[in-house]
């Protein structure tokens, strides 16, 4: 019994060898160390920041001239009135504000996007330095910090969950479907009917498009999250915009692939390196400067406006056009391929 179990597992490993699952599952672990490595450590030292001070506010002078010595840490922005600085703080022209401490005069609240980012913490630790090496340990300068649109923590990872719908639909599902048409020969014998390519290929980017759709809107509804009508107009386009960019790459993975095993395995190389930099890029200046290169970063960055912001689409046109050129780019691709029948 022991020895047909030990053939058995032997066999289920070679088998998983020659499928990829093996390698994709020791490829995984390492590239999410990788990954995690690259996300600033407590001790990686003060990155440089954006900080806005209020001309109509009355600042201790001692904290003025401290934050405006720190040029290393801090570049200062003045602004006129908190409304200023509401607005370049939702369009990122700067990193967080300076405002009076309601509950404590003596004091100032920090006014951020998220407290939970590295820009906060940033600051924060600036700003303690900055007392530390004048006055010592004392009382601190920042009473409190408060979220410019404080929400639940349901709603803050929720821009995450959905990037990873979005991806698993994109580079996962379609890649496999493709793959398996391939290798049963089904798109073989479809293109032996009047149906022509081209509307194969648009049948499953509107497939892609639709389980795009589906999957975030089945997470909205579950969680209970609302919108209003320009938010959710917002919302639905950079989804559609997302799904035609991730179903035409997975599309053209799927066309890379002889086996459904093969699709799975390289749909998951492709989706983890284009997941974890967009999502963990608040929390690391070095995927932050990784993770422009990606197209999941064009959709996951107006997406997170939108969802916890309240922000608009029309702020993101380049994210937009991005988005759709590269599945432009990749639909072409993936119609090459077809027109020279590909491992079919």
């Known amino acids: 019994m022991i020895r047909n179990i030990l053939t058995l597992t032997l066999n289920d490993l070679a088998i998983a060898f020659k499928n990829k699952t093996l390698q994709l599952v020791l490829i995984i672990p390492m590239f999410v160390f990788f990954a995690l490595e690259m996300v600033d450590q407590g001790d990686s030292g003060l990155q440089k920041v954006n900080i806005g001070l209020l001309q109509n506010t009355s600042y201790p002078r001692v904290l003025i001239d401290g934050?405006?010595?720190?040029?290393?840490?801090?570049?200062?922005?003045?602004?006129g009135d908190a409304e200023a600085a509401h607005a370049s703080l939702k369009s990122k022209r700067i990193d967080g504000f300076l405002a009076s401490s309601a509950t404590d005069p003596g004091s100032v609240e920090l006014i951020v996007l998220t407290k939970a980012s590295l820009k906060t913490l940033t600051i924060v630790e600036g700003v303690s330095a900055i007392q530390d090496a004048i006055q010592g340990k004392r009382k601190s300068w920042i009473a409190g910090i408060r979220p410019l649109h404080d929400s639940d923590?349901?709603?803050?990872?929720?821009?995450?969950?959905?990037?990873?719908?979005?991806?698993?639909?994109?580079f996962i599902i379609i890649p496999v479907q493709v793959a398996e048409e391939k290798e049963k020969h089904l798109l073989l014998g479809l293109l032996q009917t009047p149906?022509?390519?081209?509307?194969?290929?648009?049948?499953?980017?509107?497939?892609g498009i639709i389980l795009t759709l589906l999957a975030a809107g089945l997470l909205q509804l579950l969680g209970g999250f609302e919108f209003g009508g320009g938010t959710a107009t917002s919302y639905v386009t950079i989804l559609i915009a997302a799904g035609f960019c991730f179903s035409a790459s997975g599309i053209f993975l799927g066309f890379l692939c002889r086996s459904q095993a093969s699709a799975r395995t390289l749909g998951?190389?492709?989706?983890?390196?284009?997941?974890?930099?967009?999502?963990?890029?608040?929390?690391?200046?070095?995927?932050?400067?990784?993770?422009?290169?990606?197209?999941?970063?064009?959709?996951?960055?107006?997406?997170q406006s939108i969802l916890l912001e309240g922000g608009s689409i029309t702020a993101y046109p380049v994210q937009l056009i991005y988005l759709l050129s590269v599945g432009l780019v990749m639909l072409c691709l993936s119609w090459l391929l077809m027109e020279k029948r590909w491992l079919m």
Do not use: C
């Not at 284009?274 to 064009?298: C, D, I, R, T, Y």
């Open 268 to 303: 998951m190389l492709v989706y983890l390196p284009n997941l974890l930099p967009a999502a963990l890029s608040e929390f690391s200046q070095k995927l932050n400067s990784v993770a422009p290169l990606l197209p999941s970063f064009h959709f996951y960055m107006p997406m």
């Open 67 to 79: 934050i405006e010595s720190a040029d290393r840490v801090f570049d200062v922005t003045w602004l």
């Open 195 to 207: 149906i022509r390519e081209i509307e194969w290929l648009l049948a499953k980017l509107l497939l």
């Open 153 to 170: 923590l349901q709603k803050q990872t929720l821009p995450t969950w959905i990037l990873m719908l979005v991806l698993l639909v994109g």
